[in-house]
């Protein structure tokens, strides 16, 4: 990644232009106003159709089979959806992936109106949206690359962040008030028309054909080839472990928050709303703040910080019983969740050659989402046996030993993400000297930094 000696030396006269700088581009503002609207019906969907599950059955256990169904698909998937996105135009494939999202969200929506809605039609339309992601995530994440220049990639990434926890927060409570006076159903639809306004955002975007690499090996030597620059890869290689254990442990609290919000908060599905937009809050805090951010130097030290700050917020939040207390449990939870993904992104996206941009992203997304169903499935096993709130406590104290296994291999590891970001740099151009600087900083701190 190369960043212009203007742009590491200008100082703007507020923090508001740095914050919202990758919006110069029209692909990405095309991107955003599309996404916004979409995401926000994402969110409505992911409440109601939690909230149906749970209507349905009463089942702690069930609620993780529907996670797990979900989100399944793209840790079996993802690899073969990075190679797609490695060897084909990646706009295309977000259009594809979107219309496809877009009609499975109005096949739930008809059959819930029609009230002829089971628990087994909504894994398969779960399943099949997880497949669906297993696609679009990879080549989403890797075409955001596509819509800005190097210089404003860090900031792309933070309001692409920003745009999914804003979402976050408007989504879970209009689909609380939604369910609450209308039904499910109607949540699925609005979800469907929301898909309307990013595939035309995608299909008004003027994007500059990307130089492919000549293909001579399989797909399956080419996902191959992705895992093994990340098992090879140190830096990358801690950080995507560290996603993946907080995906698993830590993580699968979403899926239980329906039981808190019926036995132990007794506030059904507007209490719901607010409880997961109280999630919403707090990781669009930290969107905000990590896109201010000009450097990457720093972030290593944020992913230690967020993981184990994510941990102790389950703690005390399942020991809560009052829906205001849960609620301001609930902001830092939020906060640190998205911090180290976030952060942990952007670092990823620094280190690695966009050659293997879409298959390392796969990666991630199975990190991050494909490993989510194993814990969805085991927090729902647990949960069954022992409660709610001792799963979300045990998942928190696990997130907290993973921080400090990392926060003792990273230090090593400095010296080798600065080579990957400076080789990145070089692939486009001469770094210039600020930039180098900025990166010697990043393996020179002492143990403790990041």
């Known amino acids: 990644m190369v960043l212009s000696t203007e742009t590491l030396t200008r100082k703007p006269a507020t923090r508001l232009p740095v914050m919202f700088r990758a919006l110069q581009h029209r692909n990405y503002r095309l991107f955003v106003s599309g996404q916004i609207i979409s995401l926000v019906g994402t969110w409505m969907q992911s409440i109601a159709q939690a909230w149906l599950v749970y209507q349905l059955t009463g089942s702690s256990l069930l609620l993780g089979l529907v996670g797990f169904a979900g989100q399944i698909p793209v840790f079996l998937f993802a690899s073969l959806g990075g190679v797609f996105a490695d060897r084909h135009n990646r706009r295309r494939i977000v259009i594809a992936t979107q219309i496809a999202s877009m009609l ?107 130089e492919r690499a000549r293909q001579v090996a399989s797909r399956l030597e080419s996902i191959i080839e992705g895992f093994r620059f990340v098992l090879h890869t140190g830096p990358i290689r801690a950080l995507l472990l560290l996603l993946g254990l907080v995906s698993v442990t830590g993580m699968p609290y979403a899926v239980l928050m329906p039981i808190f919000a019926d036995k132990y908060l007794h506030v059904g599905a507007r209490g719901l709303g607010l409880l997961m937009g109280a999630t919403g809050v707090g990781a669009l805090a930290a969107t905000l703040m990590l896109a201010a951010r000009r450097e990457v130097r720093g972030l290593g030290r944020w992913v230690l910080y967020a993981s184990g700050g994510f941990g102790l917020s389950l703690i005390l939040f399942s020991f809560s019983r009052s829906l205001l207390l849960s609620i301001l449990l609930l902001l830092p939870a939020g906060f640190s969740m998205l911090l180290q993904m976030s952060s942990s992104n952007t670092l990823i996206q620094t280190m690695v050659p966009d050659a293997l941009r879409g298959r390392v992203m796969a990666v991630y997304s199975m990190m991050f989402m494909g490993m989510a169903p194993f814990g969805a499935l085991l927090a729902g096993a647990i949960a069954h046996r022992l409660g709610a709130p001792f799963t979300v406590a045990l998942g928190g104290a696990t997130c907290i030993a993973g921080s400090l296994v990392f926060g003792s291999k990273w230090p090593a590891l400095r010296g080798e993400a600065r080579q990957l970001i400076l080789a990145q740099g070089m692939s486009s151009g001469e770094p210039p000297e600020e930039m180098t600087g900025q990166v010697d900083a990043l393996s020179s701190r002492k143990p403790g930094g990041g």
């Open 104 to 210: 499975l969200a109005f096949i739930l929506s008809v059959l819930t109106l029609l009230k002829h809605i089971q628990v087994w039609e909504i894994m398969v339309l779960a399943a099949s949206l997880g497949v669906v992601n297993a696609f679009d995530i990879p080549a989403r994440q890797s075409f955001i690359v596509e819509m800005v220049n190097s210089e404003d990639m860090i900031n792309a990434i933070a309001l692409n962040s920003a745009m999914f926890n804003g979402a976050r927060i408007l989504g879970p409570a209009i689909a609380g008030v939604t369910v609450a006076v209308i039904g499910e159903g109607w949540c699925f639809f609005a979800n469907g028309v929301s898909y309307i306004a990013v595939i035309v955002g995608l299909l008004l975007m003027k994007v500059t054909p990307r």
